[in-house]
């Protein structure tokens, strides 16, 4: 297992248009994390499942993400609309306790 | 306030030096603590756990005080590898809250 990976690793997409990022976290791991950095900034909570259980979202986040793990192994995220403000670094993290591993982040820019 | 502060830095220190960061955190119940070191355009990688009796690991201690709801990480003799951006994590149930991260350079 090479570690948690992540798809793409970066994106441009006009605004207005919906983006679909994808992450695989290290197998054994049932818990898995979504957050968004923005430059100056540490890593800000989105989401996350226990298995596929999602339990937990950020007040922060808004009706236009979405986030899945339909069979406890992989996650996607998915923005709706984007906007400008959504341009970030999306990071994924896998553990069984603690914050764990993180893949290399999808950089989002939305023109 | 914030759920997690940090002094943003720069630090900037010779090679050899000493170097402390603090951390500090509003949720009294917060149980678990972390510090976690991220290079530039690189992802956050685990540094340490910090345990309630204080931990070290090599050149890096890490404290918790409880009663003052901080933790520290202390780098002894700063290498220039050592160079990045720590950043603190408390749990806040089953979250992790990230501070904002202190910039670290040590310079030749």
């Known amino acids: 297992d090479t570690g948690v990976s992540q798809d793409p690793r970066h994106k441009i997409t006009k605004r207005g248009q919906n983006v679909t990022f994808r992450c695989d976290p290290i197998?054994?791991?049932?818990?898995l994390y979504w957050y968004r950095q923005t430059l100056g900034q540490g890593p800000e909570f989105l989401t996350y499942?226990?298995?596929?259980?999602?339990?937990?979202k950020s007040r922060l986040l808004s009706d236009r993400f979405s986030a899945e793990r339909p069979k406890g192994s992989f996650s996607t995220l998915e923005i709706q609309r984007t906007e400008q403000g959504d341009s970030a670094m999306y990071l994924c993290?896998?553990?069984?306790?603690?914050?764990?591993?993180f893949g290399p982040g999808t950089r989002l820019l939305v023109l | 306030r914030k759920e997690v502060e940090q002094d943003p830095g720069p630090f900037n220190v010779p090679e050899g030096a000493t170097v402390a960061f603090n951390c500090t955190y509003s949720?009294?119940?917060?149980?678990?603590f972390f510090w976690y070191r991220q290079d530039c355009r690189k992802e956050p990688k685990l540094l340490m756990s910090?345990?309630?009796s204080g931990n070290e690991d090599g050149r890096f201690t890490a404290q918790l005080n409880r009663a003052s709801q901080y933790i520290s990480l202390l780098i002894r003799d700063s290498k220039l590898s050592d160079s990045a951006t720590y950043l603190c994590?408390?749990?806040?149930?089953?979250?992790?809250?990230f501070g904002p991260g202190t910039r670290l350079s040590v310079l030749p």
């Open positions: 949720n009294s119940a917060s149980q678990s």
């Open positions: 499942f226990q298995n596929e259980a999602q339990l937990e």
């Open positions: 994590v408390v749990n806040i149930g089953q979250n992790f809250v």
């Open positions: 993290a896998s553990s069984l306790k603690g914050p764990g591993d």
């Open positions: 197998s054994e791991h049932n818990r």
């Open positions: 910090v345990y309630s």
